[in-house]
C-alpha cells in the first residue's frame, strides 16, 4: 500500500512537501511517481523517480519548482514544492509500478495508487 501526506493551504510563492510511504511489500525496482488531478481535469503526471538508479523525469510545468526524490531505508519517496501557483491546486496521488522507460508518464502504467492528498495553492 502506498500512503500520501503533506498536502494543505499554501500561498502563492509558498512551499510544500509531499510524502509518500510504502508498506505491506518493497518497491525496490519499481518506478515512483506523482500525478495530479485539478477539479475537471484528466489526471496528469508531475515527477517520477526510477527506484534503481534513481533517474528523475519532471514535467515541464514543474520542471525547477519540484523537486522528487526517495529515502530507500524508510521506503519512502517525497515531492519538495517551492514557488508554488495557484495552477499547482489539485489532488496529489503517489503511484509505483513495474514500467518501462517510455511509459514512465503515463498514469495507466501504474498498478499501485495512494490515496491522494489535496493541494490549495491561494493567489
Known amino acids: 500500500q502506498l500512503q500520501a501526506s503533506g498536502g494543505g493551504l499554501v500561498q502563492a510563492g509558498g512551499s510544500l512537501r509531499l510524502s509518500c510511504a510504502a508498506s505491506?511489500?518493497?518497491?525496490?525496482?519499481?518506478?515512483k511517481g506523482w500525478f495530479r488531478q485539478a477539479p475537471g481535469k484528466e489526471r496528469e503526471f508531475v515527477a517520477v523517480?526510477?527506484?534503481?538508479?534513481?533517474?528523475?523525469y519532471y514535467a515541464d510545468s514543474v520542471k525547477g519548482r519540484f523537486t522528487i526524490s526517495r529515502d530507500n531505508a524508510k521506503n519512502t519517496m517525497y515531492l519538495q514544492m517551492n514557488s508554488l501557483k495557484p495552477e499547482d491546486t489539485a489532488v496529489y496521488y503517489c503511484a509505483a509500478g513495474n514500467v518501462i522507460l517510455s511509459q514512465l508518464k503515463m498514469s495507466a502504467a501504474y498498478y499501485y495508487w495512494g490515496q491522494g492528498t489535496q493541494v490549495t495553492v491561494s493567489s
Open positions: 523517480i526510477r527506484w534503481s538508479g534513481g533517474r528523475t
Open positions: 505491506g511489500r518493497t518497491f525496490s525496482s519499481y518506478a
